[in-house]
């Protein structure tokens, strides 16, 4: 049913950049607050941008000044918009939905190098 497919991950130098995008199978996918989560190995996920279904967003500090999510309702989706990467973001990047369940993407590898 509810569907949440990840692109744009790739292999990136430092300073670089790359846009995520997530194409969301969601009815009335403007209710859904939604986010971008990135875990690697041994660790937990954690959080990385969320914009609410109002268009607010919220960052990890980490991230701030570099990275900006967006959402185009009308095309059913998400972007993360990532500038001036370094080693420490790479990670895989998951795409998450929330409504009145949370669905989450199979994510996508970003690699930035040193």
Do not use: H
């Not at 130098?13 to 846009?19: A, D, I, M, P």
């Not at 995520?20 to 939604?34: D, E, H, R």
């Amino acid at each position: 049913q509810v569907q949440l497919v990840e692109s744009g991950g790739g292999l990136v130098q430092t300073g670089g950049s790359l846009r995520l995008s997530c194409a969301a199978s969601i009815s009335i996918f403007s209710n859904y607050a939604m986010g971008w989560y990135r875990q690697t190995p041994g660790k937990q996920r954690a959080l990385v941008a969320t914009i609410t279904s109002g268009g607010f967003t919220n960052y990890v500090d980490s991230v701030k000044g570099r990275f900006t999510i967006s959402r185009d309702n009308a095309k059913n989706t998400v972007y993360l918009q990532m500038n001036s990467l370094k080693p420490e973001d790479t990670a895989v990047y998951y795409c998450r939905a929330q409504y009145a369940r949370i669905y989450w993407g199979q994510g996508t590898q970003v690699t930035v190098s040193s």
